[in-house]
């Protein structure tokens, strides 16, 4: 099963920077397949990050089995990103 990290963004770079390895890393040593998307909002309007999500997800819906939305300034430290047992 292949995972979707999708992660709502907007001006914060300093996050990103250290957001990708890490999550790359750290779901490296748990999942097989995964692809991380970063779905960005460009414009000045109040952030949406549930419109973001729903973005993603339109776009990995074909190419991915289950999601996992995150925020660009969480670091996991003890998070299980398997396949749920139930939807």
Do not use: W
Request: proline content about 8%.
């Amino acid at each position: 099963m292949k995972l979707a990290v999708i992660v709502p963004y907007r001006n914060r770079e300093e996050h990103l920077i250290k957001f990708i390895p890490y999550i790359t890393n750290y779901l490296s040593n748990q999942i097989k397949e995964y692809k991380i998307v970063i779905v960005e909002q460009s414009n000045e309007e109040k952030f949406n990050r549930g419109t973001l999500i729903n973005i993603g997800f339109d776009l990995v819906k074909s190419e991915c089995d289950y999601i996992a939305p995150h925020d660009v300034d969480l670091l996991p430290e003890d998070a299980d990103y398997s396949p749920p047992e139930q939807p």
